[in-house]
Nanobody
């Protein structure tokens, strides 16, 4: 069983930055890829960014490309989401996810097996 613990959310103003962290427990799951999704009130969960360890590939939603950066540590246990130039529309609960993905599934919730509890990000305009 993989456990994912997110941290780093908070209340910021538009234009500010935040860095989210997600720690993945369980050495047996070191190769599980990691992704970030978000869900705003009344909306469906949407893809934000993902990292596939096997190819060191990263993926981004169009709405965050150029502003957000996903990265990980060498042990493949922690994924970070650096969020710059935050906008009010980035307000959501951000979820970390882990799973064995292929390029076609890295950006969809169904590509992941495990999910964290989420961390709230609120951007005031």
């Amino acid at each position: 069983q993989v456990q994912l613990v997110e941290s780093g959310g908070g209340l910021v103003q538009a234009g500010d930055s935040l860095r989210l962290s997600c720690v993945k427990s369980g050495r047996a799951f070191a190769n599980y890829d990691m992704g970030w999704f978000r869900q705003a009130p009344g909306k469906e969960r949407e893809f934000v960014a993902a990292i596939r360890w096997s190819s060191s590939s990263t993926y981004y939603a169009g709405s965050v490309k150029g502003r957000f950066t996903i990265s990980g540590d060498n042990a493949r246990n922690t994924a970070y989401l650096q969020m710059n130039s935050l906008k009010a529309e980035d307000t959501a609960v951000y979820y970390c996810a882990a799973g064995l993905t292929v390029p076609a599934t890295a950006a969809i919730p169904g590509g992941y097996h495990y999910w964290g509890q989420g961390t709230q990000v609120t951007v005031s305009s």
